[in-house]
Nanobody, 113 residues
């Protein structure tokens, strides 16, 4: 059974940074493409960034140049480094295994002064 567990969310001031982690189990993590998504109440979940098994990345225009997706296959962990955070980045962030379509439980990120 594939499981994903996010951590690292919290409250940060505008302009600050956070790093989200997603620990994966139950699949061969290294061969799976992975992604980060986010959702605010009343809106659809939206794609933030993806990374292939080979490390090729893709970002939503709204986060390009500020967020970095990465993976450590030895640790079965996906990361999202978020810099220069803005209030509009406030959301619940989810990681997803793009091969099995499994979601994590989500991590709240709040950007506010």
């Amino acid at each position: 059974q594939v499981q994903l567990v996010e951590s690292g969310g919290g409250l940060v001031q505008p302009g600050g940074s956070l790093r989200l982690s997603c620990a994966a189990s139950g699949s061969i993590f290294s061969i799976n493409a992975m992604g980060w998504y986010r959702q605010v109440p009343g809106k659809q979940r939206e794609l933030v960034a993806t990374i292939t098994s080979g490390g090729v990345t893709n970002y939503a225009d709204s986060v390009k140049g500020r967020f970095t997706i990465s993976r450590d296959n030895a640790k079965n962990t996906l990361y999202l480094q978020m810099n220069s955070l803005k209030p509009e980045d406030t959301a619940v962030y989810y990681c997803r295994n793009l091969a099995t379509m499994t979601w994590g439980q989500g991590a709240q990120v709040t950007v506010s002064s």
